[in-house]
């Protein structure tokens, strides 16, 4: 998700600079809209993929020590950043305003956790999906050249959708690594109990 996100910001920013010397930026922007489809896909696996989770939680007992663990350190745990639809303009950052940033529960169990991810994913999979979208007519205009002047006049979405769709997703895979360090503490915390079955080292 984020290498694909990362691999059509590269393209975006070639196309600019191509169209700039004027040359044929067309070839290289069609790349940058094909690795965000892309990451658009993966969006949709790592969606299916915590829903598989939440399905294999709500079906089965943890341990209660695991629980007690993993609930007692949510307990503990700041609120994160989350992801959010709210844009913010490229002169709002030029100014020192910065990018708003929405604040929000991590989750107070396991299962919250994971649905909080999957909500989040669902937000970031909106925000994709309208990049995408905002990207598709500029292309087309792109075609008779000016796509730089296009994307630094402001008179299109897409600017402000490229660096939102950025942005949150920076913040969404932040807020999963957040996740999983919470998950693993609590496995530490209770080891060996329901780890039995890890090879033990000679």
Known sequence: MLGAQTEADHWLEQGVLADLQGKDAIPILEKAVARLKDSRKEMDRAYDQIGKLIQIEHENKALPEHDA???????????????????????????????????????????????????????????????????????????????????????????????????????????????????????MQVYPKGLEWIPKPP
């Open 69 to 187: 663990a993993i609930e007692r350190i949510l307990k503990s745990h700041p609120p994160i950043e989350r992801v959010s639809l709210t844009n913010t303009r490229f002169a709002s950052v030029g100014l020192g305003a910065g990018v708003a940033i929405n604040y929000g529960p991590i989750g107070s169990n396991f299962r919250q956790l994971l649905e909080n991810l999957q909500t989040d994913l669902k937000i970031l999979q909106q925000q994709a999906d309208r990049t995408i979208e905002a990207f598709i007519p500029v292309l087309a205009l792109a075609k008779k050249g000016g796509f730089a002047a296009i994307v630094l006049s402001g008179r299109a979405p897409l600017p402000e959708r490229i660096m939102h769709s950025v942005d949150q997703t920076m913040v969404y895979v932040q807020f999963h690594n957040r996740a999983c360090m919470t998950a693993i503490a609590a496995d």
